[in-house]
């Protein structure tokens, strides 16, 4: 019981958005193929 | 290699053997020994799983891969961060909350100790053998360029990451690989400059990523939906999901490496730092690799990289002879109109794949004289353009990046298999003394123990033919089933620990038959899609054992 309210301390003390760095980490990976796709549309023989 | 090679490597190496050593001297408990008392930042996670990833064959191999067929190779890691978020959200809180020393102690809590023997041992079998190929690998390729005796590399690198590992356990990997990965990708940097640096002065960055396009070395997605294709933008988005889900969230020696934070935030960051960084350094690998060709239409390359394969008597053979010089000549030709002001792009394109021809013809005819030929040399490439276009020095740095990128992997693999030994098996089953000392001393016995026998797998690795091609599919075969037995027990809260265990068992029953089938060409199937096969299958039979005991459960509290 002590030790499952220090992990929810710990927890409410991150205060860290991690859906923005969720959705970043996604649209990060969006662009990087929109690139790949973009350089290979370019070169396609 | 001359002496100063010599120099920067082996004080490389040793410099980050002492420092794990000595910075971890103080381990006096088998939770220091195993998660190093939860004291790394997110900055020491995320590089150290991204080392443990990245082992040698990744360096070697990967820029081969660029310069053989293009940069498509990148579209395998399209999964990786949807799994660090996955990972991130469901799979890190369970461990945090239940203090777990291995991944596999949370499926006894959720289902039954079976469960978790099943799944310890299914890790055991497929990440020992693996271990013993980290080694073998790179050794294999390092001893036929250098003409280095292959047993004593195998055992320089197995002896080294042994002795640091041993001595200082999670901690001492974590913290050598933060520095390996620095010094890997300083190498690979280096590497990339020096690459720029051969082509001839006309020649820039943006003409040598033209004409690698113009060759067809910079077509990267492969949108077609084809289920034998290896890697296509749907595979890697798909199949690299379950198979990085499963890596990641469930293998040991991936899952020791966050569970080593000093927070969940600091895990979470770490698991945040690679799904960040991981595609765009695969790229830049890649790239290094498609620039490494480009040199080549430039500076002369041998007409097969693994030169030491056959003896210098049969490259006389007068065949032989006649395809190189005309290979050569077919080099010429193509450099004059690479470097001439206007050249149709055909042109060029028509004279490579003539010379493409000519590599694959005296391939072929090695092959008839020497049936012992390893015709597939794409692994060889980027040591061959290291030693024949780096500056003594710089030579020593990028030997020093491989056996970096071995040990730290194999590092990573020793200390889980170790856990594993320890906290599943020897702890769970035989004896729990309960005297920290002693639990401690078997944990460095069985990293000694397993350490051993990844080198004695690495000595004997060469008698197998297609050991290497096995090993690499080996985790595909494994990591479905546990990925669908870890998938239950999160997602499915009344699969109960019958009906998991029979559904892992009838999963690897199922990935093991559609892999052998492959093998034996009866069906055709990337590897990839083991992993979502095998996952989707644990579930299925999983829910409906569970949907048959219930019912058997209902007729017997009516009777």
Not at chain 2, 263 to 280: D, Q
Not at chain 2, 407 to 414: I, V
Request: hydrophobic share 50%.
């Amino acid at each position: 019981m002590e030790e499952q309210a220090e992990n929810k301390i710990s927890e409410s003390k991150d205060t860290t958005n991690w859906k923005a760095w969720y959705w970043g980490l996604m649209i990060f990976l969006a662009v990087q193929i929109a690139i790949y796709l973009f350089i290979t549309n370019l070169y396609t023989i | 290699m001359s002496l100063i090679d010599w120099c920067v490597l082996l004080f490389t190496l040793l410099a980050i053997v002492l420092y794990g050593s000595w910075k971890t001297r103080k381990n006096k408990n088998l939770e220091s020994y195993l998660k190093g008392n939860n004291s790394e930042n997110w900055a020491t996670i995320g590089l150290s799983i991204m080392a443990t990833q990245a082992s040698a064959i990744t360096f070697l191999s990967t820029p081969g891969q660029a310069y053989e067929s293009g940069m498509g190779f990148v579209q395998f890691y399209f999964g990786l961060p949807l799994a660090m978020i996955l990972i991130s959200i469901f799979f890190l809180p369970i461990y945090y909350r239940l203090k777990v020393y291995t991944a596999y102690q949370y499926l006894e809590q959720r289902f039954d100790v079976r469960v978790r023997a099943f799944t310890a041992f299914l890790f055991l079998v497929s990440r020992g053998l693996a271990a013993g190929i980290t080694i073998y690998a790179p050794a294999i390729i390092l001893s036929t360029l250098l003409d280095w005796n292959l047993q004593l590399t195998c055992l320089l690198i197995g002896g080294l990451v042994i002795v640091y590992t041993v001595s200082g356990g999670s901690r001492a990997v974590s913290l050598t690989q933060k520095w390996q990965m620095t010094i890997i990708m300083g190498g690979m940097f280096a590497a990339f400059f020096y690459v720029l640096d051969s082509f001839p002065e006309t020649i820039g960055l943006s003409e040598g990523i033209d004409i690698a396009g113009k060759l067809g070395k910079m077509e990267i997605i492969d949108t077609t939906f084809d289920l034998k294709e290896k890697y296509t933008i749907w595979s890697g988005l798909i199949a690299g999901l379950f198979l990085f889900l499963s890596y990641f969230g469930t293998d040991q020696s991936q899952v020791q490496r966050y569970l080593g934070g000093k927070t969940l935030k600091a895990s979470r960051m770490g698991l945040m730092f690679n799904g960040i960084l991981k595609i765009p350094m695969q790229f830049f690998i890649l790239f290094i690799g498609a620039m490494v060709f480009v040199s080549f239409q430039f500076n002369k390359p041998p007409i097969i990289f693994n030169t030491s394969a056959t003896n210098i008597e049969t490259q006389k053979q007068e065949s032989l002879v006649l395809i190189e010089s005309n290979y050569n000549l077919v080099f010429e030709e193509k450099k004059e109109a690479l470097l001439a002001p206007k050249t149709d792009t055909k042109t060029i394109q028509f004279l490579q794949a003539q010379q493409d021809s000519l590599r694959n013809s005296y391939k072929a005819e090695m092959s008839k004289i020497d049936e012992g030929y390893e015709s597939k040399d794409s692994d060889y490439i980027f040591l061959t353009f290291v030693l024949n276009f780096l500056p003594h020095g710089l030579i020593g740095l990028l030997l020093a990046v491989i056996f970096s990128a071995a040990m730290s992997s194999t590092a990573g693999e020793l200390n889980a298999l170790a856990s594993t030994t320890t906290i599943d098996f020897y702890k769970k089953f035989w004896k729990d003394s309960g005297d920290e000392k002693k639990d401690l001393m078997v944990s460095k016995l069985l990293t000694v123990a397993w350490g051993v026998l990844a080198i004695i797998i690495a000595l004997t690795a060469g008698l197998f033919e297609n050991l290497i091609q096995l090993v690499n599919i080996l985790g595909s075969i494994f990591y479905g089933t546990i990925l669908g037995v870890f998938l239950l027990a999160f997602f499915f809260k009344r699969i109960g620990g019958t009906a998991a265990f029979i559904g892992g068992i009838f999963g690897q029953i199922v990935v093991l038959s559609c892999h052998f089938l492959t093998v034996y060409e009866v069906i055709e199937l990337g590897y990839l899609l083991y992993n979502v096969i095998g996952s989707l299958t644990v579930i299925t039979v999983g829910i409906i054992i569970q949907l048959f005991i219930n019912q058997k459960h209902k007729l017997g509290s009516n009777n």
